[in-house]
């Protein structure tokens, strides 16, 4: 099966800055794949995906060299608009992603802009605020939303237009924990029921390790880590770039260098789960270690 994504020697800088954001970029990722995208502030999480969606080279100007390809067309050399009708982008601040007075109109929009049927548009838009679990606020007016459920609707917007390959630049960082908890669930079913090629940034690691297939970690515009989340995870060089590190792991850090041999975690339940197979208790296995 063909590759959904493809970057290879991809270095770019934009307009006026004198070093590249992105350097020397090599991304394969298949149909179907669920990623995760991490690294400190100014790493060049956003600056991939604007390279993927198409906003770099037209809206965000500069340099680029190599190749991007998504579903098998050359994004580079693509209009955004065009590229939209395949890939689907969610940024971090939901306001600036609603359009309309309307939750229904507001998914419609898109899809109106694409000529569609009515009939068409009607059956999409329930399905899109469905899925994001907004299926009963079709009639709302879109400004009494919380941040959360602004979130899901502007997930909703790009899941009505189909896109193959979604990209959700840290969906959640502007969000309280409670809205965060609603959009990463989203985020979680989406995963679970539909078979899309999905891109997530998000500086916190901790809630979608269990969920993604593989982590990437960048550093100065460079991908430093590419691989399955325990593996990723267990890498002693991550402290050192400001990567936030979730608790589980700090914990399973803490308890290897006291001799504990028990597989990195992704989640706090994988490590009570190692800690206390059949039965036995957190304390014993502390102190057999000691
Ligand atoms: N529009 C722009 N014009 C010029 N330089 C930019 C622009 N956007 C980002 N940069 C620079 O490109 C580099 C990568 O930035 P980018 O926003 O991609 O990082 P990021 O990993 O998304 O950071 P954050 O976690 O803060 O969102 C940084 O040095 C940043 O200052
Ligand atoms: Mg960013």
Request: proline residues 5%; contains cysteine; glycine residues 10%.
């Amino acid at each position: 099966m063909s590759a959904a994504i493809e970057v290879r020697d991809f270095t770019f800088r934009y307009r006026g800055s004198s070093v590249p954001a992105l350097r020397d970029v090599h991304l394969e990722v298949k149909q179907g794949e669920v990623i995760l995208v991490t690294g400190p502030t100014g790493s060049g999480k956003s600056t991939l995906l604007r390279a993927l969606n198409g906003l770099i080279p037209d809206f965000y100007e500069g340099e680029a060299h190599g190749v991007v390809r998504v579903a098998g067309r050359d994004v580079l050399s693509l209009r955004p608009n065009r590229v939209a009708t395949f890939v689907g982008s969610v940024f971090q601040s939901p306001e600036d992603q609603i359009i309309a007075g309307k939750v229904g109109r507001d998914v419609a929009f898109g899809l109106e802009n694409l000529g569609w049927e009515k009939e068409v548009i009607a059956e999409e838009v329930d399905r899109s605020l469905e899925a994001v679990g907004l299926g009963d606020l079709a009639a709302q007016e879109t400004s009494a939303l919380s941040g959360g459920q602004m979130q899901r609707l502007a997930l909703a917007g790009v899941l009505a237009m189909g896109p193959q390959v979604l990209l959700l630049d840290e969906p959640a960082s502007e969000l309280d924990p409670r809205g965060r908890q609603e959009i990463l669930g989203t985020i979680e079913n989406l995963v679970r029921s539909e078979s899309k090629t999905m891109i997530i940034t998000d500086h916190r690691l901790g809630d979608l390790l269990g969920v993604v297939d593989r982590v990437v970690v960048m550093h100065r515009g460079r991908i430093a880590l590419d691989g399955a989340a325990r593996e990723v995870m267990a890498r002693p060089e991550l402290r050192g770039w400001g990567v936030e590190i979730p608790t589980a792991v700090r914990v399973w850090r803490r308890l290897i260098q006291l001799g504990l041999d028990v597989p990195c975690p992704l989640t706090p339940e994988e490590l009570v789960d190692s800690l206390v197979p059949n039965g036995r208790n957190l304390s014993d296995a502390l102190e057999a270690a000691a």
